[in-house]
């Protein structure tokens, strides 16, 4: 049986892990087709004075916020902005450091030496500041932009472990035999050394994604990258703080969005680590 057959019944044995991405997979489905679930307009204002901060009901099911819009419209809404930049960050910080990671693995010591301590100076700095200064100065940053700053300040951990991974296997027995045939480099990245890193860096694609969802709420609530009125997670929250305890709905119904979601993520990335992990056979 092969090592991916054998860590998918792994898996699948994780109760918790099956159960989140079961959730993840439900969450993604109801962003995909917010248009059609979502009961209306995220942006529309139909009477700022009648329904200011009205409580769940028929007509809005999970209430509405302090400028009369719909809750759970926002909520289905700023699904697609919060996933949309977790994932597709977590997939390009996965690239970029799979690519550095494997040229430093593959390179000679001088190149090696630079990218790391390149890495190492990298992650010595304060992540966060780096991004509050970069979105205080561009105003109103575009989703993609978000996304594209949120990865490039986030590849680092993952170069490290490939870069170890790669060294491990480029001394191998395998490897060493394919270079004997005559197997260019490329093949040998490709078909003996990629397939071997592809678990490390599933797993760190899969925990990296809570934590950038959480990155950007919190950018989102301090009123910088994706700004109002587009809809995130984030940015509900902060609009319902000044109405925590007259209307709770409107910071309570993303709040809890964004915990499940991460919890979720964070409990799927566990269950891979441990199916993709031999020595959990």
């Known amino acids: 049986m092969s090592p991916w057959r054998l860590a998918a019944g792994r898996f699948r044995r994780n109760r918790a892990a099956v159960g989140a991405a079961v959730a993840l ?19 529309a204002q139909p009477d700022p004075v009648r329904l200011q901060d009205r409580p769940p009901s028929a007509e809005h099911p999970l209430g509405t916020d302090p400028y009369s819009r719909d809750v759970l419209s926002r909520t289905l809404y700023g699904a697609r902005i919060s996933l949309g930049v ?8 996965v690239v970029l450091g799979a690519g550095v990671g494997l040229g430093a693995g593959l390179a000679g010591r001088t190149t090696d030496q630079v990218l790391m301590r390149g890495v190492d100076v990298a992650l010595a700095l304060p992540r966060i500041f780096f991004l509050l200064a970069l979105f205080a100065v561009w105003d109103q940053a575009p989703a993609w932009a978000v996304l594209v700053l949120i990865a490039a300040t986030g590849w680092f951990p993952t170069s490290r472990i490939v870069r170890a991974a790669v060294l491990s296997l480029r001394e191998s027995d395998f490897v060493a035999a394919a270079r004997a045939l005559g197997a260019p480099g490329r093949s040998i990245v490709w078909r003996h050394l990629l397939p071997h890193v592809a678990a490390p860096m599933i797993v760190s694609a899969s ?6 969802i959480l990155l950007e709420a919190g950018l ?5 990258g994706i700004r109002p009125p ?3 997670w984030g940015n509900m929250i902060m609009d319902g703080k000044d109405v925590l305890f007259s209307a709770p709905w409107v910071a309570l119904v993303p709040g809890v969005a964004l915990v499940l979601t991460v919890t979720a993520f964070n409990l799927a ?13």
């Open 230 to 232: 587009t809809p995130t």
């Open 269 to 281: 990335g566990d269950g891979l680590r441990a199916a993709l992990d031999p020595r959990s056979a």
């Open 25 to 43: 997979a439900a969450l993604l489905l109801a962003a995909a087709f917010a248009p059609a679930l979502a009961p209306a307009d995220p942006l």
């Open 207 to 212: 925990l990296d994604v809570g934590n950038i």
């Open 220 to 224: 989102s609530y301090l009123g910088l």
């Open 86 to 93: 977790g994932l597709g960050a977590a997939l390009l910080a």
